[in-house]
């Protein structure tokens, strides 16, 4: 009995210890930010390493040379899901791994710019229809293969195969302006004419139409062709070299060679990297729940968190505290913002999945431009960013990521002023008619805007109180609903998007793509992305004079062009933008030779290297 | 025996059909689709509309039942909407046995924990140690799981270095014997954290089992024929007080099952826990499908043990 009660002991002193140390230190642990991936994918194409960038100073440590050798652990907050395979793919933690290991034949540099990867030069015809590639010589796959123009023109075959998309690809857009698409894709014919090889390493890619941004449409990942001809598309992404470790085959500086999944990827140096040897022998990727990355940062277990969620801005300041830890911030490739729902959809054309704006019905509760501009002057976005990002995000104006050259800061500012706003709605007649304390429509109607919000992200959700309060303040009246989840969200605003149940304004994010700042996909009258069912045709002519050839080979003629959609969209405001977050970055100081791009933390990896490597 | 066990087992067919009747019709009634959350403004809403065509999620709701309990029935619970085609069974089985030793290593502790203590506890109410656990029943119950983990993560793995804080296994390179070892060392804080609560219930159930069972006649007459404490408590009192234990343990072992995403989360040990939670909120039917209707099988067995332990604890319950 006597040993009994000490075994007893034993067990309950050390609860009772854990008791304290609760006390002390419950400070650090933030509950972690959702991550929201799934609603804002964008089309990062996980290019990395460019071929030009020799100038890499390796970090500030610049009196010591690289050294090889050495190993390096990333975290990652979430396991991917498993496809390893370019064509297939469809999120960042798979980006994550393919970024190391495969490659396309042109990557962007810090500017947004292409630049040559797998291609070494490209020349386009006079109309912009074709453009033609030089590759590198003498490149190899991961097992030996060489890699040539037919690796080229089989990727874009199978992307353009009328069995993609059934088999869950979703990347057909880089093949749908090529020659021949439809055709091909129809299965009316055997031979894919969009990309043709002209020699061993020479690949040429015909669009139908002159194409403003052919770089962009060439950049797709390529995959090998000597590993899946034999293989029907239907079975690719269930294939073994497209799920299993060690059978994932690519061109670039690490082989994916080993996993335990959902918890440790591993990365190893590929010897033979056309590109030059990598330094360091082996990078892994443990999945790291995001309330424990921070502390492994701190201990060295883990050496770095980049993309796509990083630090959370909650905890910058303690992370930079750390002796051992580099941190790097930048602006993300996106935006939140709120969006009024200017029209809605009628009842059949949304079941129908219809979109025809003659037949849209007009939301009179935001329908005035200036109760738009009114409302964008009364929320506090500095305070947004300040109060939820802890002032690691900025304020935005334009719709087009601030990283382009097409992104103008000239346009209507809207800062914070509810005296500025409160007068604008007397203005327009949107005053408190009955005296109940809130204002009314012009005609003296009650005047309550419906706003909704998603779960998912937690600093947007908190965003959606501190918005109502602010709209309250300048007496407009805001049903704030429950939050709903993310698939039935989405119902509500974007597919039945038919007054019922009724919103006026929405909260979302976007995450954009690096490739282009074309506008097309989400603020075209007719896009289903334009959740606003903004219907300007001003607009329109806009963006489509952006595209329109052959002035807009010229960027400046782009640029401007853009800078004009910028204005109208700033001015008829059919979404307030609420803020951009940025990217924090954190990498234990060992690791040097670091070099992001504006869209990845991985960029250049062979060039990495370790300080402290024997 | 042997024909009430069939008989049970036979019982498990129609309340298989019934449930997955309902489990299909909760999966479809929710809305949303797997393709509603993929926004991206580069694909084409044409492209998800064929993606829907092709899964067959436009078809009549009994034509998709159909085939859905037809594949099922053989066996082949389809492939997963969002894992980009990957068979739900290989989703399911690479993270089915994890999820049971996790589940096991929390019973053990919960046993090893909640029965002692109880008892003890029992035997000696109002003590100073009795309180105590009283207090650490309350406080088991009442930290949430994902505070009490990081806690024993912040105090165990990062400040002392006893334990891993997160995944399963070390490395791609551990074998063996090693393996185990590592693997068994990779549960034992997530095990804790998962059998906290149920430790914290049983030995409150325990102490009370106990002390009625204390307080009943035929404890009095045991003790009055002169029997030692010692039997008293491992001959009568035990067998009769765990009943009420093993009932509730057969509801436990589909719990357990059915894996902690809380935990798996924290711990990043990947289970059925959060398969399933990613699964609901991607609207991944064939698995919330197949994994409810797993659960559902477990937690009929589970039942199913249950009643037959009590024939073994208690010989006056016979079933023919």
Redesign the interface.
């Known amino acids: 009995m006597n040993k ?2 000490w ?3 034993i ?2 002193t050390l ?1 009772a ?3 304290v ?2 006390n002390s ?2 400070g ?2 933030e ?1 972690s930010d959702e991550d929201d991936q ?6 990062e194409d996980s290019d990395d390493g460019g071929e030009d960038s020799g100038e890499d100073d390796g970090g500030e440590t610049a009196s010591d040379e690289p050294k090889s050798g050495g190993e390096l652990v990333g975290a990652m907050d979430t ?1 991917p ?3 390893y395979n370019p064509i ?3 999120e960042a933690y798979e980006a994550n791994i393919l970024s190391f290991t495969h490659e396309a034949l042109v990557s962007q540099n810090g500017s947004l710019e292409f630049i040559p990867q797998l291609a070494k030069e490209w020349k386009t015809n006079e109309d912009q229809t074709a453009i033609t590639f030089q590759l590198e010589e003498g490149v190899k796959w991961h097992d030996g293969e060489e890699f040539t123009a037919e690796d080229v023109v089989f990727t874009y075959q199978t992307i353009a195969d009328p069995g993609y ?4 690809g ?4 880089y093949v ?1 302006p090529l020659v021949g698409y439809e055709e091909y894709v129809a299965g009316e014919t055997d031979e894919f004419q969009g990309v043709t090889a002209d020699d061993k390493y020479t690949v040429t890619f015909h669009f139908k139409e002159p194409n403003v941004n052919p770089l962009y449409y060439s950049s797709f990942t390529i995959i090998p062709k000597h590993i899946f001809e034999d293989i029907p598309v239907s079975e690719m ?2 294939h073994p070299a497209t ?1 299993d470790a060690g059978e994932v085959i690519g061109t670039g500086p690490f082989v994916f060679s ?7 990827y ?1 990365l190893t140096r590929n010897d033979d990297y056309w590109n030059g040897k990598p330094y360091l022998d082996k990078i892994t990727w ?4 995001q ?2 990355i921070t ?2 940062l ?2 060295g277990e883990i050496d770095f968190v980049a993309d796509p969620n990083g630090v959370p801005a909650a905890d910058y300041d303690m992370v930079a505290g750390y002796d051992n830890i580099e941190m790097m911030e930048q602006t993300d490739f996106g935006y939140q913002l709120m969006g009024f729902k200017l029209n809605y959809r009628t009842t059949e054309d949304a079941e129908s ?1 219809t979109i025809n704006p003659d037949n849209w019905i007009e939301n009179p509760d935001v329908a005035d431009q200036q109760v738009r501009q009114a409302i964008a002057y009364a929320i506090n976005r500095p305070g947004l960013v300040q109060g939820l990002l802890h002032g690691h995000g900025s304020v935005i104006n334009a719709p087009i990521a601030q990283q382009f050259w097409a992104y103008t800061e000239d346009v209507p500012q809207y800062e914070y002023n509810p005296d500025t706003a409160a007068q604008m709605l007397d203005e327009a007649g949107y005053v408190d008619a009955d005296g109940d304390g809130w204002r009314d429509t012009p005609e003296g109607e009650e005047w309550i805007l419906d706003l909704a919000y998603p779960t998912g992200n937690k600093i947007r959700e908190r965003s959606a109180p501190i918005i109502e309060e602010n709209l309250e303040e300048i007496g407009i009246n805001v049903n704030l609903g429950q939050a709903s ?4 969200y ?3 605003i ?2 039945n998007d038919d007054q019922n149940p009724e919103v006026d304004l929405y909260l979302l994010g ?1 995450s ?2 690096s490739g282009d700042p074309d506008p097309n ?2 603020w075209n009258i007719e ?3 334009n959740i606003s069912r903004w219907n300007n045709p001003k607009s329109d002519e806009l963006i489509n004079k952006g595209l329109k050839t052959p002035e807009a080979f010229e960027q400046s003629f782009r640029e401007q062009v853009y800078a004009e959609w910028q204005n109208l969209y700033a001015t008829d405001l059919p979404a307030v933008l609420l803020y951009a977050q940025n990217k924090i970055y954190a990498y234990n100081e060992r690791l040097q030779g670091v070099d992001p791009l504006p869209y990845s933390f991985i960029n250049n990896p062979h060039l990495w290297w370790v300080n402290d490597a024997q | 025996m042997y024909k009430y066990i069939i008989r049970r087992i036979l019982i498990f067919v129609p309340m298989l059909f019934a449930l997955s009747v309902v489990v299909f019709a909760l999966a479809k009634a ?4 797997p393709f ?10 044409e ?5 829907r065509e ?1 899964e067959g999620l436009n078809d009549p709701l009994p034509v998709q039942y159909y085939h859905w309990i037809w594949s099922t029935v053989q066996g082949d619970f389809g ?1 997963s909407l ?6 739900v069974l290989d989703l399911i089985s ?2 089915f046995l994890n999820t049971i030793y996790l589940g096991l290593v929390a019973l053990f502790f919960t046993i090893i ?1 909640a029965i ?2 109880g008892i ?1 506890s029992a035997r000696n109410p109002y003590s100073w ?1 009795d309180y ?2 009283t207090g ?1 029943g309350f ?1 088991g119950l009442a930290i949430p799981n ?3 983990g ?6 165990f793995s ?1 400040k002392m270095g006893w334990f891993p ?5 070390s ?2 390179d551990v074998a063996g014997m090693q393996e185990f070892f590592d693997r068994l060392h990779h549960m034992i804080l997530p095990g804790i954290t998962l059998g906290l609560a149920g430790t914290a219930t049983y030995m409150r159930y325990m102490r009370s089992e106990v002390l009625d069972v204390l307080g009943s006649d035929y404890i009095r007459t045991a003790k009055a024929k002169g029997m030692t404490n010692r039997n008293v408590l491992y001959k009568h009192t035990l067998r009769n007080a765990l009943i009420p234990i093993i009932t509730l343990m057969g509801f436990e072992f589909g719990v357990l099952i059915s894996g902690a995403v809380i935990t798996e ?4 040990y ?1 289970g059925l826990g959060t398969l399933f939670l990613q699964g609901v ?3 991944d039917y064939p698995i919330v499908m197949a994994l409810a209707l797993i659960f559902g099988v477990f937690i009929l067995v589970g039942n199913l043990l249950a009643d037959i332990f009590y024939s073994v604890v208690d010989p006056r319950i016979r079933y023919d």
Do not use: H
């Open positions: 009994k009660f075994y007893l002991l067990v309950l609860f210890f854990l008791l140390a609760c230190d419950s650090n642990e509950p799934t609603e804002e994918p964008s089309d396991a899901a498993g496809v297939f793919y469809s998309t059934e088999a869950g979703i990347r057909t857009e749908t992404p269930s799920l080993d996993m335990v999944e959902r918890e440790q591993v443990k999945v790291v729940d309330s424990v502390s492994l701190e201990t999945g989840e993310f698939s039935a989405i119902e509500d974007m597919t976007w954009l793509g996909g989400l896009a289903a992305y | 929710a809305p949303g689709d509603t959350t993929m926004l991206d403004p580069n694909v084409d809403p492209v998800y509309e064929e993606r092709a492939e969002i894992y980009n085609g990957r068979p690479a993270r924990v002692p203590i003890y140690l105590f656990a650490f406080f994902f505070f009490f990081l806690l024993a993560i912040y105090f990062i804080s997160q995944g399963t296994i490395g791609t989360r924290v711990f990043n990947p909120i991607n609207r």
